[in-house]
């Protein structure tokens, strides 16, 4: 598959899930400021890499797009949560998101933590509310989305990531570390589009979905600890450096640029292999190839 080819189905996919996440949203003046700054940040752009996850897997096991759509939408809410909490003061204390002002410094930071509870509890309302698949298949998925993202998941990696400012962690913490921060709800986000389409987690199928998950989520954020040592803001949309003045430890603690790039081509090979026997797995095959070659 081309990167024009892979470029049009992100867009195409970026597209559909922006409409579906608009339905979930019923204007209401007296509550406008914490609607305006949950839009603010859950429409600002981005990849939607995550919800592509969800619908390619229920599309590759035979599932219907329209089973897949609320699940995605339930994870780029809460991804986009988790961002708007992680930009807050009290966390990495950024004021630069994809290109524009974070949340808290255009709503304050009491809009912008209430923007972000309300999308965390949101995004459970709308998967437990997926009618397409069923009560059955539903409660499974809000049961693993909640793992995914509380504190055995993304937020137990955040916690790890604010105790391991300004002291060194070891290479196998630091792993532990970015498999929840960041891997878990790419994890939750593939395994719900195989839950869409009817995949059971004591399926075989099932262990090749979270192989290929995992691994391109570790890639995923090797490549960030990359791009924040060589890229530039104006091309990532966010602050870079942020690592080395929170002290941070990241995979260039323990390796160089080139080997650091060669632990993610590494991990996009066994995610690849993982997924490639499967008819219809090209655009997961491609997805996981340009999250390990992005420059942004």
């Known amino acids: 598959m081309t990167e024009e080819i892979l470029e049009l189905l992100m867009h195409r996919n970026a597209v559909i899930t922006e409409e579906a996440l608009k339905k979930y949203y019923v204007e209401d003046e007296d509550l406008k400021s914490l609607l305006d700054a949950e839009r603010y940040s859950l429409?600002?752009?981005?990849?939607?890499?995550r919800p592509l996850l969800t619908v390619e897997f229920c599309k590759l096991f035979g599932g219907d797009e329209e089973a897949a759509l609320p699940f995605a939408c339930a994870v780029e809410m809460i991804h986009t949560y988790s961002l708007?909490?992680?930009?807050?003061?009290?966390?990495?204390?950024?004021?630069?998101?994809?290109?524009?002002?974070?949340?808290?410094?255009?709503?304050?930071?009491?809009?912008?933590?209430?923007?972000g509870d309300a999308l965390l509890t949101g995004a459970f309302e709308v998967a437990a509310?997926?009618?397409?698949?069923?009560?059955?298949?539903?409660?499974?998925?809000?049961?693993?989305?909640?793992?995914?993202?509380?504190?055995?998941?993304?937020?137990?990696?955040?916690?790890?990531?604010?105790?391991?400012?300004?002291?060194?962690?070891?290479?196998?913490a630091l792993i532990k570390l970015h498999s929840l921060k960041t891997?878990?709800?790419i994890s939750a986000a593939a395994v719900l589009g195989a839950l869409a389409a009817g995949v059971s987690f004591t399926d075989p199928a099932m262990a090749d979905v979270v192989t290929y998950a995992e691994n391109i989520g570790l890639a995923f954020q090797i490549v960030d600890d990359i791009l924040d040592r060589t890229g530039d803001a104006a091309t990532l949309g966010k602050n870079v450096g942020v690592d080395a003045e929170h002290q941070k430890s990241t995979f260039l603690t323990f390796y160089s640029v080139e080997e650091a790039q060669f632990y993610a081509d590494r991990l996009t090979q066994e995610a690849i292999s993982a997924v490639r026997k499967y008819p219809g797995s090209e655009t997961l095959c491609a997805v996981a190839e340009w999250l390990s070659t992005r420059k942004k």
């Open 43 to 49: 429409f600002a752009g981005g990849k939607r890499i």
């Open 84 to 115: 708007i909490h992680d930009d807050l003061p009290c966390m990495d204390n950024d004021d630069l998101r994809r290109g524009k002002p974070t949340n808290h410094k255009v709503f304050g930071e009491s809009t912008a933590l209430l923007a």
């Open 129 to 172: 509310s997926n009618m397409a698949v069923g009560a059955e298949i539903s409660a499974k998925a809000v049961a693993y989305l909640a793992s995914c993202a509380g504190r055995y998941g993304m937020v137990g990696g955040q916690i790890m990531d604010l105790e391991g400012e300004k002291r060194k962690l070891s290479l196998d």
């Open 183 to 185: 891997g878990a709800l």
